[in-house]
């Protein structure tokens, strides 16, 4: 089973336990970090979404250009624009990039957030809009006939694109969410479902939820997993611990002096969130604040379960080996971001990626090994079983001639 890194494609050197210095679309910072994914063996980075953050479509554009092979992860919220011109949007970046670009389609799951650009619809009516959003993007990148649709959310007529994506059949559909509406959509319409990193246990769960999904829509195939984490890496495992203590230090320092997102600074004052999946985080965090093997809640908790935030903790090769216990669950993406964005990227690839790639190709060949023994037994077993009927067989030629002998 292959194995995929998704980084962040941030436009400025801020996090949650720095301020930003520069402006919100640094062209250099963005450019530094996505050719630091692409140097030290990312496969691709996400350009993430917030309702006053620089536009993703236009930065992915900016560094579809500037790369050669590092593939782009565009965020989209279907409340933004027509599906139709989505569609045209997508496909002219995956021209520009030579076939590099795949699609995650977020619903939403703040209101006030939503309410920012004028989406004042339920949670359950933003899933089912988003269902049909991402039907008509498809049915845009593939079909060169002009095509009408007559739905709750979209009604157009004879729409037909001129620009389509390098990538056949199409770009890949990235979808997240830990509801029951959010499987329902994901299971039925992803190519690739997004999961916050928890417990083994719980992620086991989440992925059997989003395999039932899927087979209830009808599908035959499942979507690839995808679990994202906040790496904390180090020489040693005291160093690993010592330098996860600071960077939570230097989170409460941020909450007490407010950062720029209005939205996280509600979120780091204990304002309950509204969506599942940073409910679900700040649960587990109420139940421990360390699980398996490197799992670590505590960043999780002093955010108030803020997007991705749980953190792996202790050596490279410790957080290669936790990494590859989700592989080893079916999850095929991994997705990282330090805290540090561009020294934390580099780090990872040169001393986290290249392990768990190594453990990988192993699992792969003996799994191959494995399968092919399988497939000589099997193959033995066949030709045994000929050999025992061709000689059943002239056994009874043999006995007939000698009852005819007799005669």
């Known amino acids: 089973m292959p194995v995929e890194f998704l980084g962040i494609a941030a436009t400025s050197d801020s996090s949650e336990t720095r301020s930003r210095s520069g402006p919100s679309f640094d062209k250099d910072f963005t450019l530094r970090l996505a050719r630091a994914h692409e140097e030290w063996g990312w496969d691709r980075v996400l350009f993430a979404y917030h309702s006053g953050s620089p536009d993703p479509a236009a930065g992915a554009a900016y560094i579809a250009a500037r790369t050669d092979t590092l593939q782009l992860l565009l965020a989209h919220r279907p409340n933004l624009s027509y599906p139709t011109y989505a569609a045209k949007v997508f496909a002219t970046i995956d021209q520009i990039s030579g076939g590099r670009v795949a699609v995650h389609f977020i619903t939403g799951g703040n209101d006030a957030e939503q309410g920012r650009e004028g989406d004042f619809l339920t949670k359950d009516e933003r899933y089912a809009r988003t269902r049909e959003y991402i039907g008509i993007v498809k049915q845009a990148w593939t079909s060169h006939e ?3 649709h007559q739905g709750a959310h979209y009604d157009f007529a004879d729409f037909v694109s001129d620009v389509f994506p390098v990538q056949q059949p199409r770009p890949a559909v990235s979808f997240g969410g830990s509801s029951p509406a959010a499987y329902q959509a994901g299971g039925a319409e992803a190519d690739i479902y997004c999961l916050w990193g928890e417990p083994l246990e719980q992620t086991a769960e989440q992925i059997a939820a989003v395999k039932a999904a899927a087979a209830a829509a009808g599908r035959t195939d499942v979507p690839r997993i995808q679990a994202a984490f906040r790496p904390i890496i180090a020489p040693t495992e005291e ?22 997102d209005q939205l996280k600074r509600r979120r780091l004052r204990g304002q309950a969130p509204q969506n599942t999946g940073s409910q679900r985080l700040i649960e587990i965090a109420g139940r421990g604040e360390r699980f398996d093997r490197a799992l670590w809640t505590r960043t999780a908790a002093v955010t108030g379960g803020a997007g991705n935030s749980n953190a792996l903790v202790g050596t490279p090769e410790t957080v290669a080996q936790a990494l590859l216990d989700y592989y080893d669950l079916g999850v095929e993406i991994l997705s990282a971001r330090g805290y540090d964005l561009l020294g934390d990227a580099i780090d990872f690839g040169r001393y986290v990626i290249p392990i768990v790639r190594e453990e990988v190709a192993k699992r792969d060949a003996a799994r191959a090994a494995e399968q092919e023994a399988e497939q000589e037994a099997k193959r033995e077993t066949e030709r045994r079983a000929e050999h025992a009927a061709a000689s059943a067989s002239q056994d009874q030629d043999t006995s007939e001639r000698q009852l005819e002998v007799t005669r």
């Open 146 to 148: 002009p095509f009408s």
């Open 239 to 260: 160093l690993a611990w010592e330098k996860a203590h600071r960077v939570v230090e230097r989170i409460e320092q941020r909450k007490a002096a407010g950062g720029p």
